[in-house]
């Protein structure tokens, strides 16, 4: 899981709440990522953010929120707008070579359960 | 929409037996990536692939990329009880860092 948290590993919501997941990373990348996972399903992104202070919608942005104040965190806001967000979330992180963007590195989830 | 498809969706095969899975995808790429997922679990890389570049070896794992026919193929070669996982290919078809996932290949390798 390299050098990327996530807490709590598993959280319960009833429904109408707002709930934060917790992204933390010590491998001084610049960019971060939130990916949702249904399952049987690939991953779709919610949001990325690439320097502080700066971040961009995904695929699927509706119904959550992020914010981005220090280069190592990047938490995840599941709103009470989000119509269905009982799923596997998954955060993660790279930076950028000479190449171009490296591979991204993965935290070990939160499942998030509405009740 | 997905960018990537896998194919087979899943594939079930005997220790020491390769193990080949296939991604298709539809715009151009920038890199085209695997991940491996045990289940419940966060992904692993495993390998990325430039755009100018046909195949990348990394242990038991060979990548080709064929940017004419726009797809990509992850051998895995004398295949163990613990390869078993769900493959996923992602392509960065933008050059902004986000990534397009499959929908997977699930692997099982019998003992």
């Known amino acids: 899981d390299g050098g990327i948290t996530q807490s709590p590993k598993y959280l319960f919501r009833k429904e109408g709440q707002n709930v934060t997941l917790s992204c933390e990373q010590n491998l001084n990348h610049d960019a971060m990522y939130w990916y949702r996972q249904d399952p049987g399903q690939g991953l779709r992104l919610i949001y990325y953010?690439?320097?502080?202070?700066?971040?961009q919608k995904g695929d699927i942005a509706e119904g959550y929120s992020v914010s981005r104040e220090k280069k190592e965190s990047f938490p995840l806001t599941v709103t009470s707008a989000q119509k269905n967000p009982t799923a596997f979330y998954l955060c993660?992180?790279?930076?950028?070579?000479?190449?171009?963007?490296?591979?991204?590195?993965f935290g070990p989830g939160t499942r998030l359960t509405v009740l | 929409s997905q960018q990537g498809e896998e194919d087979p969706q899943a594939l079930s095969i005997q220790e020491g037996e390769n193990a080949t899975m296939n991604c298709s995808y539809k715009?151009?790429?920038?890199?085209l990536q695997w991940y491996r997922q045990n289940s419940g679990r966060g992904l692993v890389h495993l390998i990325l692939i430039r755009s100018n570049e046909r195949e990348k070896h990394s242990g038991r794992l060979r990548v080709t990329l064929d940017t004419s026919k726009k797809s990509s193929s992850l051998l895995i070669t004398a295949s163990r009880a613990a390869d078993t996982a769900s493959y996923f290919c992602a392509t960065d078809a933008s050059g902004y860092s986000t990534l397009t996932f499959g929908k997977g290949t699930m692997l099982l390798v019998s003992p």
């Open positions: 715009t151009s790429i920038n890199n």
């Open positions: 953010s690439q320097i502080v202070n700066d971040f």
């Open positions: 993660a992180s790279s930076t950028r070579g000479a190449g171009g963007w490296n591979e991204q590195f």
